[in-house]
């Protein structure tokens, strides 16, 4: 294995890091929920009092962000190498995960193992686990 060192950029991601963490350890402080983005999403799809402004709120800084990053420097090229059959499958593949394993990455592996939690241990090494298997198999296996 070797390291394509032109787009090797070690400071730009820990301190994106640094601001998720940030942006969750100030969630749970302030309003005392976890940012698991299905979670919040999920809460739409089934409203309860109170909980639709807060949520719609975080879901428009999620596109937001992008949006004003913009503003201030140009966004990465978005390349995509499948097609629209096989993302549909990979989104209703994601989303069976999520249900089943009663959250997301984000929840469980950003918010959940800061707080120690076993579960989200377990969950968080599910999802690499299935996510190496699946690199593995397309990328050795089909060939693709």
Do not use: K, Q
Request: net charge positive; hydrophobic share 55%; charged share 10%.
């Amino acid at each position: 294995m070797t390291i394509d060192w032109t787009h090797f950029t070690p400071l730009p991601a820990l301190a994106g890091g640094l601001l998720i963490g940030l942006a969750a350890a100030l969630f749970i402080l302030f309003n005392g929920r976890i940012a698991g983005i299905s979670g919040i999403v999920g809460g739409l799809l089934r409203p309860a009092r109170g909980e639709v402004a807060w949520r719609l709120a975080f879901v428009a800084g999620l596109v937001a962000a992008p949006l004003g990053w913009r503003l201030a420097a140009a966004l990465p090229e978005i390349r995509i190498e499948a097609g629209t059959g096989m993302l549909v499958v990979a989104g209703l593949l994601v989303g069976l995960g999520t249900r089943y394993g009663a959250g997301c990455t984000s929840g469980h592996g950003v918010c959940g193992l800061s707080r120690l939690s076993p579960r989200s241990l377990a969950a968080t090494l599910a999802f690499m686990a299935a996510g190496f298997a699946t690199v593995y198999v397309v990328r050795h296996v089909t060939g693709r």
